[in-house]
């Protein structure tokens, strides 16, 4: 098993409008030069890729309006990947583990290239009243799964295998799949501890009567 690096130089990092968490799908559309050539040599050299939210700035490369991004993100493995009728790469990417970015710069052709460190593991869930509620997030998540693969099962939006008994995962899905505004998503894949998550989307659903 190989171990995880002290620190992930020349990371190329792609800046989006969305949140990725670890063992998140994210289905892209490529069509800029600067992420066709990231693909590539990420497929090339299996190597990940760096997704951040944006702080500012937009997706599509704008002269007058850089892209900055979060400090935390995660990366990202491509899966699968297929070129459309009109030349547009289409890819899954996986999410893997997170990272704090140290430091970034653009390159000439726009690609954003980052040094970053790998952020810990959760701290795992502790306590009575924290194992109640991460039971009662864990229910409402395989039915909401449930729900979904009713409807139309090619729609599900995560991978396999489901892990039900891991209150990082569930909390992890709970956040990729509810209503919650893009910042809040992001506080919540940062939170270092299982629990809190829990906790955090445990009185989402309350407030919102998915209880």
Known sequence: MSSTPAVYADL??????????PDGLLPLKIFE????????????????FGVCLLKSGAEVAQPDEPA????????AQIEECDVDAYGMLRVCARGTRRFRLLSHRTEPGGLL????EPVPDDIPLEGTDALAKFG?????????IETIRERDAASL???????????????NRLSEVLQIPL????KLMELADAGVRIDAVHHYMQQHQLL
């Not at 030069?33 to 990940?48: G, K, Q, S």
């Not at 290239?113 to 970053?116: E, F, K, Q, T």
Request: hydrophobic share 45%; proline share 11%.
């Open 12 to 21: 190329p990092l792609f800046p989006l409008h969305a949140v990725l968490f």
């Open 33 to 48: 030069a600067r992420y066709l050539d990231m693909a590539r040599a990420c497929l090339r050299e299996n190597t990940p």
């Open 68 to 75: 900055v991004p979060e400090s935390v993100g995660c990366l």
């Open 113 to 116: 290239v980052g040094m970053a």
């Open 136 to 144: 009662a997030c864990a229910e409402v998540l395989e039915r909401i």
């Open 157 to 171: 939006p995560f991978a396999e295998p489901f892990r039900f008994d891991d209150p990082t995962w569930v909390s």
């Open 183 to 186: 910042r809040t998503r992001q």
